[in-house]
Every structure is written in structure tokens, then in C-alpha cells.
């Protein structure tokens, strides 16, 4: 019972919020699913510091943050401000510390978390779309729009994964079909880390996986 993840309260987000901020669908909870199936590892981690890059509605980290409890700091960045202010109010509606920052990626810290997370969540816009679809004057456009196969904003966190993760660090990544994960496989070896499949679910059109990386121990 005590290794459930509980869906946060959303009921403090409007439809409005909804028109500038994911709603949370499929793909969020699979990625619930998946750490759920996770806490008993995630746990035997000792984690000290989780992020969650792309927190939109704030659902996900606030569910595991949850779960996991206080001995944990919890982070989350969004590029739309509109979420990372929805992302507060989840957090503090369902009486869980976690600082927001709205920024892309981890930019402005960057220097600052290097060898640092040992929990790492990223649902991102994995839709294959035209780049023109990636309107930085849409929040919502922001938060699905992929670009060629959906990697372009998932191809600009990888390089940053050996830099940023603790020795023990875990990264979690949500994917579809079309985002090739035996490249992605690949990406990642290349710097030393290696991924599996841990859930995967057929979600109308889409095939979503969620995707988990270790740093190969040499
Ligand atoms: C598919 S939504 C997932 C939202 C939430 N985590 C969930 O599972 O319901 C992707 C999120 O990533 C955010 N995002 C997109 N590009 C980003 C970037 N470069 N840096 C930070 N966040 C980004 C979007 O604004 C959106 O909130």
C-alpha cells in the first residue's frame, strides 16, 4: 500500500488552465504506472534529489513526491509559466515541497546540479510534427509538438544526462513508436548508458513506452 502512487487532487485546475497547460492523458498516466512499478528501486536508491523536467499540470511529480515522502528534494522545470504556476498549486494542494522554475531544460542551473539528480521524469512533446508547429507563442503547441520524429526536444536533454545524474541516478523518459527508441538505445550508449523498456501501453493512435536509463558501472 505504502509503495502506491495516489493521483493528485486536480480539482483546483480550471478549463481555462487547460487552454495554456497539458492535461494530463495517457502518456501521464502510464508514466504514473511505471514509477509506481519503480518505488521499491527508487526507494533502495535513497534518493535525495528528484526533477521533473516538463511537469505541465505538476501530476506527476507531485504524485511520486507523494509517495517517497519528505526525505527528498523535489524539483520541476517547464518552459510555460502557465504550467509551472499550475505545477505550484498541485504541489501545494496536495501538501507537497517543491520548487518550480519555469526555464527550458535545466539552462539556468545547469552548473549548478552537475552529478546532482538521482531521479530524473521527463514526459516531453514527443508528437512528430513540422518544426513550424513548434510555436514558442503556444504554450500548448510547447507541450506536444516534436518535431522530426518527435526528438526535438528529447535530443537536447540527452547529451546533458551524464553530466547533470548522480552515480546512482535513474532517468525515466516517455516516448511513442515514431521517436525510435533503438536510436534513442543507441544516443545513450554512446554515453554510457543503458536503457529497457519498463511498461508500454497502446493509447488510441499512439504506442507509448516509458523508457528507464542507468549509467553503465564500469
Ligand atoms: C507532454 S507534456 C507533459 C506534462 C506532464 N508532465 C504530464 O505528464 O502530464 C510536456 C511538458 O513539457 C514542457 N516542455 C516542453 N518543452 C520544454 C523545454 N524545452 N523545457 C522544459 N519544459 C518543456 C511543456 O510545456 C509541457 O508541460
Known amino acids: 500500500m505504502m509503495d502506491k502512487i495516489e493521483t493528485p487532487d486536480l480539482s483546483h485546475i480550471s478549463s481555462s488552465d487547460y487552454e495554456n497547460v497539458y492535461e494530463p492523458a495517457e502518456d501521464s498516466f502510464l508514466m504514473l504506472d511505471a514509477l509506481e512499478s519503480e518505488i521499491p528501486y527508487i526507494k533502495a536508491i535513497k534518493p535525495t534529489i528528484c526533477l521533473e523536467i516538463g511537469s505541465g499540470s505538476g501530476i506527476v511529480l507531485t504524485g511520486l513526491a507523494k509517495c517517497l515522502g519528505s526525505g527528498c528534494a523535489y524539483f520541476s522545470v517547464d518552459i510555460n509559466s502557465h504550467a509551472a504556476q499550475v505545477t505550484r498549486k498541485t504541489a501545494s494542494r496536495n501538501c507537497v515541497s517543491l520548487e518550480v522554475v519555469n526555464c527550458d531544460l535545466v539552462g539556468p542551473f545547469l552548473s549548478r546540479i552537475q552529478n546532482e539528480i538521482d531521479v530524473l521524469v521527463f514526459n516531453p512533446p514527443?508528437?512528430?510534427?513540422?518544426?513550424?508547429?513548434?510555436?514558442?507563442?503556444?504554450?500548448?503547441?510547447?507541450?506536444?509538438?516534436?518535431?522530426?520524429?518527435?526528438?526535438?526536444?528529447?535530443?537536447?536533454?540527452?547529451?546533458?544526462?551524464?553530466?547533470?545524474?548522480?552515480?546512482?541516478?535513474?532517468?525515466?523518459?516517455?516516448?511513442?513508436?515514431?521517436?525510435?527508441?533503438?536510436?534513442?538505445?543507441?544516443?545513450?550508449?554512446?554515453?554510457?548508458?543503458?536503457?529497457?523498456?519498463?511498461m508500454e501501453r497502446k493509447a488510441g493512435r499512439e504506442y507509448l513506452k516509458v523508457l528507464k536509463f542507468k549509467h553503465v558501472q564500469m
Do not use: C
Open 126 to 198: 514527443y508528437v512528430p510534427t513540422d518544426e513550424s508547429e513548434i510555436d514558442p507563442k503556444s504554450p500548448i503547441a510547447l507541450s506536444w509538438a516534436g518535431g522530426l520524429r518527435g526528438r526535438k526536444v528529447m535530443d537536447r536533454l540527452f547529451p546533458l544526462i551524464p553530466q547533470i545524474m548522480s552515480p546512482n541516478g535513474t532517468f525515466y523518459l516517455l516516448i511513442v513508436k515514431e521517436n525510435d527508441e533503438d536510436d534513442i538505445f543507441k544516443v545513450m550508449k554512446s554515453y554510457k548508458w543503458h536503457g529497457s523498456v519498463i
